[in-house]
């Protein structure tokens, strides 16, 4: 039993998204505040403005919780670093994963500004 175990996944068929190997690909996306700004406003529905832009990414994540008050307004230069985080689960590939948190990352720093710019805190 130890044997079967401990043996790692091994591919059978020609490519990792055929369903042998790994049975999970994971990705946990960190989301950033934008630098190019010095203050952002957290909107008060991110994620639902972040998976409404990315319909093809919401059945994936398994987890999505915020660090920073919805409504607040955070710095690149005091706290935390981080607004949000989003953990992803797919079984077609990593690379399926690494796309999604591409994407994750791209759409919420557009979100982060266009709140931004509609809230006044331009910078």
């Known amino acids: 039993r130890f044997r079967a175990l401990s043996a790692p996944f091994a591919y059978s ?4 998204g055929d369903g042998d190997g790994a049975q999970w690909w994971t990705a946990h996306c960190m989301v950033p505040i934008p630098t ?6 957290v909107p008060e ?3 639902d403005k972040l998976f409404a832009a990315l319909p093809d990414v919401r ?3 398994t987890r999505a919780e915020m660090y920073s ?5 955070v710095s690149t230069t005091a706290g935390t670093g981080w607004i949000a985080y989003v953990l ?7 690379a399926h994963a690494l796309a999604m948190y591409r994407q994750i ?19």
């Open 13 to 16: 068929r020609p490519g990792p």
């Open 36 to 41: 190019h700004r010095a203050q952002v406003r």
């Open 45 to 47: 529905d991110f994620f």
């Open 59 to 61: 059945p994936h994540v």
């Open 69 to 73: 008050a919805p409504g607040s307004v």
């Open 88 to 94: 992803l689960g797919t079984r077609t590939s990593r």
């Open 105 to 123: 990352a791209e759409t919420s720093k557009k979100v982060l500004d266009a709140h931004s710019h509609d809230s006044g805190y331009e910078s």
